[in-house]
Structures are given as structure tokens and as C-alpha cells.
């Protein structure tokens, strides 16, 4: 019965999303912003600055302010490493894709509770997220797919230890079915029932 209450939850949050409009994807952040996750372990906030790399907190603030991490998944949490997140609704996913975010040096290392885009080559970062638990400094200067180093835009500035607590006991277990979680959400859910989830993810006024 609880299984079943979980999927109809995604499937009736799914349908209440408003549509995709392309002018969402050029709308300008403001210089600095808090964004507010409320999850199932409880609320954390991130402040971002435009300076440290205003495409990406550009693409960070349309998708809060437009409901995309609503009913998202922590479907990567690795301890001594990062917590990583994103959604699977594919429909938003494809629309929002269409309009690339440029790569950007990076500015802010990627420290403890910082939040960077994880991406797999040039003009990449685009949906997925993720926040160290650890200094990664490694992260700063990798070179991957001939693209260099995961440009980090805000900090955690409330409920790192929210944070801390995600379930971490699947590791990189999730990442072998990753695709999976795209093509059977529910499926997927049901596989790894101890992630969290991402209910509401907005703008802090």
C-alpha cells in the first residue's frame, strides 16, 4: 500500500507541472539569490552569485523558479564525495536541453557544500546537480571529455546536515541502472526505495 501511495504521488505531481516556454530558458538571474529545497529529510537553502558563473546560475534560477526540481530524486549519494540530484520527467528534460548552457572557467573550487552542474562534455551543464560533501579539489581541474573542471555557483548556507543525512547506503549502486531511472521511474523508485526525494524546490523572496 505504501508503494502504491509513493507512485501515485510522482504521477499526480508529474501532471500538475506547468508547460515548457522557450523564454523560461533566457531569463536572467538576479546577482545573488537564495534557493529553498524542501525534502524528505527536512529543508536546506543554497545562496548563489551570478560572478562565479552567471550562465549556469542563470539555467540553476529558471529551473527553480519553473518547478523542474519539484519531485526530484537524490539519486546519487556517495559518502565523502557528493549528493546528486535531478528529475526524470523526459518531456522537460528534451525542451529544456534544447537551449545549451556555454562552459564557464571555474571560479568557486568545489569545497564542502558547495553546488556545481555535473556534466559529460562541452555545453553540458544543463539539468543534473550535484553538492559536495567533502573539498573536492579534484573536481576543479579534472579534465573530462575535453571540457576542464565542474564550475561550482552557490553554497549551502542552511541544513548541510539535512544534506548529510540523505541515504548514502546504496553508493554508486544506482549509477549502473541510471538510465533506468529515465525510462521507469516507478520501476526504479521500487529498486532503491530508500532514496530521498525532492518535493518543492523555489525561489526564496
Sequence with gaps: MKKS????FFVLLSCSKPGFKPEWATEKAPDIFSA??????GDFEVEVKREYSPKAVDRFYQLVKHGYYDNGMFYRVVPDFVV???N???LA???WRKFKVPDEPVLLPNKKGTISFARDGE???DLE???NLVDNPKLDTTNFNEVRGFPAFGKVTKGMKIIESLYSGYGEETMEKYEGMYLNRPQFYQAF???????KAYIVE
Excluded: A, H, Y
Excluded at 501511495?5 to 501515485?8: G, I, M, N, P, T
Design 5 to 8: 501511495l509513493v507512485l501515485l
Design 36 to 41: 529553498k529545497f524542501e525534502t524528505t529529510k
Design 84 to 86: 546528486q540530484f535531478g
Design 88 to 90: 526524470t520527467d523526459t
Design 93 to 95: 528534460m528534451n525542451q
Design 123 to 125: 555545453e553540458s551543464r
Design 129 to 131: 546537480l550535484f553538492i
Design 193 to 199: 526505495p530508500k532514496l530521498d526525494l525532492i518535493q
